[in-house]
């Protein structure tokens, strides 16, 4: 079955470099058509997809934000890592992890979430 | 760059049928695909392309789509559908994934 995990830290000062790691299981992000992606969310505001990154390595950011993101794989550990520069206070968000397939393009498996708070 | 547009807010009673509409332009061409989401939980896929049905999604659950409106509709709405519900597309064009901005179902 497939499953994803997020980790990372929960707490981050301004200015500072967020890395995030979302550990996946039941599946290999090297297997042909897979898609590992991060999105956020602000508390109480909508989901924003951040970034994507596809089994050959192909990726795509959020227009907006590309400047500050950075996403990798390394499949030897099957994790995905998502760093963002430069964080700031309204970055505070949960950021989760999800599965998609290209051709559909949807998210039908997602990580628990880990809410990550910017302040000094 | 492309946006979807969702109401923030549908309330129904229950036993009776909530429509979440989610407008786009030219979202014919462009499969949309829901997600609900309860309080404190991640997002959990409910409908894709545009009217199919995961695994485990009650059959009250259906969508559709016409024009530049996507509906995602639940029939005989329980207390348990009290969720966020966003609807999702890729957009071809510019190679990004585009989230709806929410629409929050209240079951009186």
């Known amino acids: 079955q497939i499953t994803l995990k997020e980790s990372g830290p929960t707490l981050v000062r301004p200015t500072e470099t967020l890395t995030l790691t979302c550990t996946c299981s039941?599946?290999?992000?090297?297997?042909?058509?897979?898609?590992v992606a991060w999105i956020r969310q602000p508390p109480g505001k909508a989901l924003e997809w951040l970034a994507l990154?596809?089994?050959?390595?192909?990726?795509r950011y959020r227009p907006s934000l590309s400047s500050r993101l950075t996403i990798t794989k390394d499949s030897s550990k099957n994790q995905v890592v998502l760093t963002m520069a430069n964080m700031d206070p309204v970055d505070t968000a949960t950021y989760y992890c999800?599965?998609?397939?290209?051709?559909?393009?949807?998210?039908?498996?997602w990580g628990q979430g880990i809410l990550v708070t910017v302040s000094s | 760059s492309y946006v979807l547009t969702q109401p923030p807010s549908v309330s129904v009673a229950p036993g009776q049928t909530a429509r979440i509409p989610c407008g786009g332009d030219n979202l014919r061409d462009h499969s949309v695909h829901w997600y609900q989401q309860k309080p404190g939980q991640a997002p959990i896929m409910v409908m894709y392309?545009?009217?199919d049905r995961p695994s485990g999604i009650p059959e009250r659950f259906s969508g559709s789509k016409s024009g530049t409106t996507a509906t995602l509709i639940i029939s005989r709405v329980e207390a348990g559908d009290e969720a966020d519900y966003y609807c999702?597309?890729?957009?071809?064009?510019?190679?990004?994934?585009?989230f709806g901005s929410g629409t929050e179902i209240t079951v009186l």
């Open positions: 999800a599965h998609s397939i290209v051709g559909p393009r949807f998210f039908d498996y």
């Open positions: 990154i596809y089994w050959d390595g192909d990726d």
């Open positions: 999702q597309v890729w957009d071809t064009p510019s190679n990004l994934f585009v």
């Open positions: 039941g599946f290999s992000v090297s297997a042909d058509r897979v898609g």
């Open positions: 392309f545009d009217d």
